[in-house]
């Protein structure tokens, strides 16, 4: 984008589809303690392939540079979808649709798969703010829209300076409340609640899933790296098979068409046998899924 004259120093605005070319202490040092807009975070996103053209999330991190220096920084990304985003909006692509106006591409402000609130405009001054907001406006003429998901109370403030609608939603946050554990958490429901979670839990454990906890993240080979919450599924001697119900069918996998994929999702999902045939592979534990958790300096 265009250099620009200001406060007797040279401003740019440039756009990068990578973090691997940024120094990590100059992208950290605007980014603060927010752990999810930080470079490690992003970064991680990127390289996996989590958040690339392919999936539908491709990087256009908008730079702002003073006389070489970073002077602040937005995460955008190009979606070609609105999956990912925790913000509903169907209804806009939908009107779109219908007035024969494309809605996607569209730029996106936020950070993938994290609904949490925190800094969108990576800068320790308003007025370096504003300059990324105005390039990301200007941006924006090359898509239908510009979306800012989860920005800090002055950000929005300083959005709808610039002429951007403001939507307001509610979200529903658990907090602990001192419990001493899990049977106190479900001493304050009421006794169908109860009885629904100690169900369900139930279900969980009689179908052999487990987890483990980890403090820091476990060393798995390849792709197996998941997070630091892994949970172990059985599966059966033919390991990432899929079997039809019947037990007596065990040897026979299902027909391709019996695979189901879910949006953003690289490898089919695995259904394993069911019955009593299905506990044949207790001993035999692969990693299936996992979640890294964060906790916060009052925990």
């Given at each position: ?82 999956y ?40 320790t ?30 950000e ?5 300076r ?31 609640r ?88 207790v ?17």
């Open positions: 984008m265009a250099d620009r004259a200001g406060a007797g120093a040279l401003e740019s605005l440039d756009i990068v589809e990578s973090l691997g070319g940024i120094d990590p202490h100059e992208w950290n040092r605007l980014a603060g303690t927010n752990p999810f807009v930080r470079h490690e975070f992003l970064s991680a996103l990127i390289e996996t392939g989590c958040a690339s053209r392919r999936t539908g999330w491709a990087p256009h991190f908008l730079l702002l540079r003073r006389s070489g220096a970073l002077a602040g920084a937005m995460p955008l990304f190009r979606k070609s979808h609105s990912g985003e925790y913000v509903f909006d169907w209804a806009w692509a939908d009107a779109y649709e219908r007035h024969g106006i494309d809605y996607y591409p569209k730029l996106l402000g936020a950070v993938p798969f994290t609904p949490v609130t925190g800094p969108r405009l990576l800068a001054s308003e007025r370096e703010r504003e300059a990324l907001l105005v390039g990301a406006l200007e941006l924006a003429r090359d898509a239908s829209s510009l979306h800012v998901l989860f920005p800090t109370a002055a929005a403030r300083l959005m709808q610039q002429g951007m609608l403001l939507r307001r939603a509610v979200q529903l946050h658990w907090r602990n409340e001192g419990y001493a554990d899990f049977e106190a958490f479900l001493a304050r429901l009421t006794h169908a109860r009885k629904n979670i100690r169900q369900e839990r139930r279900r969980v454990r009689d179908a052999g899933v487990g987890r483990t906890l980890n403090r820091r993240l476990p060393a798995l080979p390849g792709r197996q790296r998941l997070g630091c919450r892994r949970l172990r599924v059985p599966r059966g001697p033919a390991l990432g098979r899929v079997y039809r119900g019947d037990p007596r069918e065990r040897r026979q996998p299902a027909s391709p068409r019996r695979l189901r994929r879910e949006p953003g999702l690289r490898h089919p999902v695995h259904r394993r046998p069911r019955g009593p045939a299905g506990r044949a592979g001993r035999r534990c692969a990693p299936s899924a996992g979640s890294c958790c964060l906790r916060d300096a009052q925990w």
